[in-house]
């Protein structure tokens, strides 16, 4: 049964962030969604010390408020300052940051809070964490995520074709009056969401490798964006089960075989490409060029 | 009625000005180039117009009313280079987006909308490529591509950034057949244009700047040799002969 908690909670957590994920590597803003999901850290500390308690909905409102927080320093500095966007996340991100470790050690004595809790989520404690919910006895950190999931879905349904032509041509879409800039902090709020609720079940790597491998590893394989969701989700699961198998077998981390699995898909298909593309090319100048559209 | 009205506008990047004192007025109803020297400053004078540039100083009108009120009027060609064009769609989801883009964040896809993407396709020439994947178009096509989108938004107004530059021949043929089609529909069409020997076939009106706005108005009046020396500087010989050849045989290229 713990087996089952455990992969449930891996492919919550691997259908939300894969999905956010393909429109991240497509703005590419994979970076900006690392750096939120460390500047979380401030917002979830202030929200524990204000309120005093650990409860998701205060933990939701203070990631969500340091993660937009982010998002708006990071566009405001490229924008006013003038800073590149890679310099403008990495002052933003470690600066916020070393704020909220600051906060956490100040207040350490008080808190049963710390930056482990918050950061090196693992997803074999998820079980241990159990809460009565209609008759079952579910995972504390499972039955966060479901909602989270949800949202996820939710918003990406409302919002994709404004989703499509924002992450295409985000000038264009302003020019014609998309309100551009807020479905951009919309989005950043749900990855601070998706990745602190995350974090605490699987732990930082995991979360930061399944928003950008498994669409990358779906990128490569499609020229359309409905499949390079599905693509992208399903390697994301593929890898939970796979990085499962691995840790049963080699008796090791869990999160980190779930790591290292996505990243061995993404190998795999990038070397098969590399081989289909080699053979095509052969074929392309063996047999003469047919079609002068082809573009090699 | 001007299509486009603009009033002390100056634009500055950081502290370097780039933009002083543009002001100039574009009827609806005709053609228009805005033409100048490397680093003068078209771009970013479309960038200014289209609030996509918060200018120092000025202001600009389109039909009477600041853009925000007739954003839906004004469409946009932007420069081709500028986006990721193997990003996963096809042409025709291209196309979609100069439909919906304006219906704001919930935007949907309608039937008609298809439809009307697929006419604007059609007077591109564009029809049998609709669901090819955007990656795998020439240069020329993708042009078309904006072009079309740019259509499918049924504005009064087309704003194109260099949709000539580094086109074949074909499209350059069909683009400056739409720009007639447009001002026989009674739109109106403002385009950054590089090519001078071109400019007096194609165009009713042009915007000379160097910096500064050097002239404005019909080509006739204002596509002068001493108004082209100003805007590009010492390289006379090669005006002259431009302005000769562009005046002598203007239909022949």
Redesign the interface.
């Known amino acids: 049964m713990n087996a089952f908690w455990m992969i449930c909670t891996g492919i919550l957590v691997a259908v939300s962030c894969s999905s956010l994920g393909s429109f991240l590597i497509?703005q590419r803003k994979t970076m900006l969604a690392d750096a939120i999901s460390h500047a979380v850290l401030p917002g979830i500390a202030l929200a524990y010390l204000l309120s005093g308690s650990r409860s998701p909905f205060f933990m939701m409102f203070g990631a969500s408020v340091s993660g937009v927080f982010t998002a708006f320093l990071v566009e405001w500095l490229e924008k006013k300052a003038?800073v590149q966007t890679d310099s403008s996340i990495g002052v933003t991100y470690t600066w916020l940051f070393a704020v909220g470790i600051i906060l956490i050690s100040a207040f350490a004595g008080q808190t049963d809070l710390d930056q482990d809790c918050v950061l090196f989520g693992e997803l074999v404690y998820v079980p241990l964490n159990k809460v009565e919910f209609a008759g079952f006895r579910i995972p504390l950190q499972t039955l966060q995520l479901v909602p989270v999931t949800g949202l996820v879905f939710a918003f990406i349904w409302?919002?994709y074709?404004?989703l499509?032509?924002y992450?295409?041509?985000p000038?264009?879409?302003?020019?014609?009056?998309?309100?551009g800039l807020?479905?951009h902090y919309l989005f950043m709020t749900l990855v601070s969401l998706t990745t602190v609720f995350s974090f605490e079940s699987v732990g930082a790597i995991l979360v930061v490798a399944l928003l950008v491998v498994p669409a990358v590893t779906a990128?490569m394989l499609?020229?359309?964006?409905s499949?390079?969701l599905l693509y992208a989700a399903l390697f994301a699961v593929a890898s939970v089960l796979g990085g499962y198998a691995a840790a049963y077998a080699l008796d090791n981390t869990l999160s980190a075989c779930i790591a290292l699995c996505s990243g061995l898909y993404f190998a795999l298909v990038f070397g098969l490409k590399q081989l289909f593309l080699q053979r095509v090319q052969k074929k392309l100048f063996t047999t003469g060029p047919e079609g002068s559209?082809v573009?090699v | 009625m001007n299509a486009i009205e603009v009033q002390q506008l100056h634009v500055s990047y950081q502290d370097k000005p780039v933009l002083w004192n543009i002001h100039f007025q574009v009827p609806a109803g005709v053609n228009y180039a805005i033409i100048g020297p490397n680093g003068a400053g078209k771009t970013t004078l479309l960038k200014a117009l289209l609030g996509e540039v918060k200018p120092a100083l000025g202001a600009v009108r389109f039909f009477g009313h600041p853009l925000d009120e007739v954003r839906s009027r004004v469409s946009y060609v932007p420069q081709r280079q500028l986006v990721d064009w193997d990003f996963p769609v096809n042409v025709l989801d291209v196309v979609l987006m100069g439909r919906y883009a304006s219906r704001g964040l919930l935007a949907r896809i309608h039937r008609s909308d298809r439809e009307r993407a697929m006419e604007a396709l059609a007077s591109l020439g564009m029809v049998d490529l609709a669901s090819r994947q955007i990656s795998k178009l020439s240069g020329g096509q993708q042009q078309r591509v904006f072009i079309a989108r740019a259509l499918a938004a049924d504005a009064d107004l087309y704003i194109m950034d260099e949709p000539f530059a580094g086109v074949d021949l074909q499209t350059e043929k069909i683009i400056v057949e739409i720009l007639h089609r447009l001002k026989k529909e009674g739109k109106t069409t403002l385009t950054v244009h590089h090519d001078l020997t071109t400019v007096n076939e194609y165009f009713d009106g042009v915007i000379m700047i160097n910096g500064r706005l050097v002239a404005c108005g019909p080509v006739a009046e204002t596509f002068r040799h001493d108004n082209l020396s100003e805007t590009f500087g010492g390289k006379l010989p090669i005006l002259e002969s431009v302005i000769q050849q562009s005046h002598k045989n203007p239909v022949q290229k």
């Open positions: 497509l003038g409302l919002f074709p404004a499509k032509v992450s295409f041509d000038s264009f879409a302003r020019m014609r009056g998309l309100r807020l479905l990128r499609t020229g359309r964006l499949l390079l559209e573009r």
